[in-house]
């Protein structure tokens, strides 16, 4: 990672320890974030984004952060070692601690670990799950690059981090378990055939 990058990753980290709000690259789409433990930095995220009735996707970096938002049952737990660090995100029972804020009242969250240098650095070095909702306001398109964010995201935010273009430019592919069997939620990044291929290898 360049310096000028790491310089960026861990200015934006400190502004996530600060209760801040930051955007960042992941492998899919550019991301808005900020600590999911803190509800009112979330709010302030889903205000940006003009989206506060719809619950938002977290990012984590290893697997003791999934256990801080999340209790996945044993199906789970083995598609998260199959499909991450990945462009899949997977609904699972939220943790008691997580603010209801994130996932709107739901009693399920969105999980993923991306698979992306700058997003990983930034969620170690943040010390937090990360929140992971796309950057942009609701309804638009995600934005693959810094420069396709909107001007007035930008403006709002306390930090942002310039990875250059994502690599797929989609956003990740949503998914839950039913008894063990794989059922999309949104399509993204990755196909079905894709994520069933790698959960059978």
Request: glycine residues 8%.
């Amino acid at each position: 990672m360049r310096l000028k990058l790491h310089k960026a990753v861990a200015k934006a980290a400190e502004a996530v320890a600060r209760g801040g709000v930051v955007v960042y690259p992941t492998e899919t789409v550019y991301g808005i974030g900020c600590r999911v433990f803190d509800a009112e930095a979330v709010e302030r995220v889903k205000t940006i984004k003009r989206r506060e009735e719809k619950p938002s996707p977290v990012l984590v970096s290893d697997f003791d952060q999934l256990d801080e938002v999340a209790r996945p049952n044993e199906h789970e737990v083995e598609a998260c070692y199959r499909l991450w660090p990945g462009p899949v995100t997977i609904i699972m029972e939220k943790a008691p601690q997580l603010p209801p804020v994130v996932t709107a009242g739901k009693p399920t969250v969105g999980v993923r670990m991306p698979a992306n240098a700058v997003a990983l650095t930034l969620i170690q070095k943040s010390n937090t799950p990360l929140l992971g909702t796309s950057a942009n306001i609701s309804g638009k398109p995600a934005a693959t690059s810094l420069g396709l964010v909107e001007p007035e995201i930008i403006k709002l935010v306390d930090c942002v981090v310039d990875g250059g273009r994502t690599l797929y430019g989609k956003p990740s592919t949503v998914i839950e378990l039913v008894d063990g069997e794989v059922r999309v939620v949104r399509e993204g990044a990755w196909s079905l055939e894709e994520i069933r291929s790698r959960l059978e290898s």
